[in-house]
């Protein structure tokens, strides 16, 4: 079973630019003190920037990864809805190739209140340079023998 499919997450529109998804904030996804767990909303999030990454790769010649997560929590939760929105602030090549895509994700409640906020960095690698890297760690794992 997938992450998506234990925290329930629903995606609920899909473009280049902007993706929207829920979740049902449930005790399953509390932290011990009963409020929703930060990480499940980090997870919703990165699922929101993932999906977005998605749409600008060609997965013929391409992966797409979550690098980078900057989230703030700005306010709990312990029941109803979380929705989860990723808007594309800018891309940039990457120095290794491929390209950086800059997310800025919010967390909102049932009253349309933000309950966490950041941005999140995703990376569309060439399998070209996936296949270099994997050559660079053979050979250095050859020498270290």
């Known amino acids: 079973m997938a992450l998506v499919d ?5 995606t609920v529109s899909v473009a280049k630019d902007r993706v929207e998804a829920t979740m049902p904030i449930t005790p399953d996804l509390f932290q011990p003190f009963g ?6 909303t980090i997870a919703l999030l990165e ?3 993932s999906i977005g990454t998605e749409q600008s790769t060609d997965f013929d010649v391409e992966r797409p990864f979550g690098i980078d997560v900057h989230v703030r929590h700005r ?4 029941a109803g809805l979380l929705r989860g929105v990723a808007e594309l602030e800018r891309e940039e090549p990457a120095r290794s190739g491929g390209v950086k895509q800059f997310w800025r994700v919010t967390a909102f409640d049932d009253e349309g209140d933000v309950v966490s906020d950041g941005t999140i960095m995703t ?5 070209a340079r996936l296949e270099e890297k994997a050559r660079e760690r053979a050979a250095s794992r050859e020498q270290v023998l």
């Open 75 to 78: 306010k709990s939760g312990t």
């Open 47 to 49: 699922t929101v920037a």
């Open 123 to 127: 990376k569309i690698v060439p399998l």
């Open 35 to 40: 409020f929703l767990h930060g990480g499940a």
């Open 6 to 10: 234990t925290l329930r997450i629903t």
